[in-house]
């Protein structure tokens, strides 16, 4: 395996010894695990973004009806005020 050299602050590292002392392992495998895990994090949501951006869109509907059975105001509706007309 190939070794790699890292810097952080004392108490991030003294986190670090205190998990890895309460898995059984090294620190430098309990920083692989999680750099591992990290990875397949990011891997996993690159995927379901691919996926999702590759699905079709969904239908809008026309007309959604409010909770009370109202229509919505159309653009129109919302911009045909005096205020936006000046």
């Given at each position: 395996m190939p070794n790699l050299t890292?810097?952080?602050?004392?108490?991030?590292?003294?986190?670090a010894?205190?998990?890895a002392a309460k898995r059984g392992i090294s620190v430098?495998?309990?920083?692989?695990e999680l750099l591992a895990e990290q990875r397949k994090k990011s891997e996993e949501y690159q995927r379901a973004l691919?996926?999702?951006?590759?699905s079709?869109?969904?239908p809008l509907p026309e007309e959604p009806p409010r909770a009370d059975g109202r229509l919505w105001p159309t653009r129109e509706e919302i911009y045909d005020r005096a205020i936006f007309k000046k």
């Open positions: 890292i810097t952080t602050d004392e108490e991030t590292l003294r986190w010894r205190i998990e430098s495998k309990l920083v692989g691919a996926e999702y951006l590759a079709p869109p969904w």
